[in-house]
């Protein structure tokens, strides 16, 4: 498999090298070692989620609060989606910085996002069903949700269709805002959970 830093400090996307043969295929989804090797970030599975999504329904930005932090490696296992990573940290190099990957079921490809990190994504088509394994389990109020339709961010959602929102996410702040309410975790505080191995 082939993991890459993206864009965003501390989120990595893993692209798995496939088998095939008159059976079907057969893929490496991710390697503990190998994940933590380059991001220098333990990584232990305490909760696992699913969501299913109708065409064009856009979920996030979705942060969790520090502690207790929450981070997450998502794939797509059913249809396609835009998935997008935003650096939620105040102070960080890459604050305020998105990437995106198109997810596919089929591709495999997930996405890493260490503590402290924004998640949002587009389903591309019907019946999207997405796969978190996130390192901690949810702690009701420790959310950070971000407008994900925030212009100063600037995510490139590419669609006119009606978009499906829940209403806590249409009226979530916009990263200045949530900057302003104390409501964001600091990069301080994420490299302090990150632990030891993490890169300077």
């Not at 295929?25 to 090797?37: D, H, K, V, Y």
């Not at 069903?129 to 961010?153: F, H, K, R, W």
């Not at 996410?169 to 104390?182: C, I, K, N, Q, R």
Request: aromatic content about 8%.
């Amino acid at each position: 498999m082939a993991i890459e830093e993206m864009k965003v400090r501390d989120a990595f996307r893993i692209t798995p090298s496939q088998l095939t043969d008159n059976r079907g295929r057969f893929f490496e989804a991710w390697r503990i070692g190998e994940l933590t090797e380059l991001s220098g970030q333990p990584f232990t599975v305490k909760q696992v989620n699913f969501s299913v999504s109708s065409r064009g329904t856009l979920r996030g930005i979705h942060g969790t609060t520090l502690p207790p932090g929450q981070a997450k490696l998502v794939t797509c296992v059913r249809g396609a989606a835009l998935d997008v990573v935003v650096d939620l940290r105040v102070g960080s190099p890459t604050f305020g910085m998105f990437d995106t990957t198109v997810q596919e079921a089929d591709s495999g490809i997930g996405v890493y996002l260490a503590d402290g990190l924004g998640h949002a994504f587009l389903a591309l088509t019907e019946d999207t069903c997405m796969n978190y394994l996130c390192s901690e389990e949810y702690v009701p109020g420790t959310m950070v949700d971000i407008q994900a339709l925030d212009p100063a961010i600037g995510i490139p959602w590419n669609t006119t269709e009606p978009l499906v929102r829940s209403e806590k996410d249409a009226a979530a702040p916009t990263l200045s805002e949530a900057v302003a309410l104390g409501l964001l975790p600091t990069y301080e505080q994420a490299v302090a959970s990150y632990g030891p191995g993490h890169r300077p």
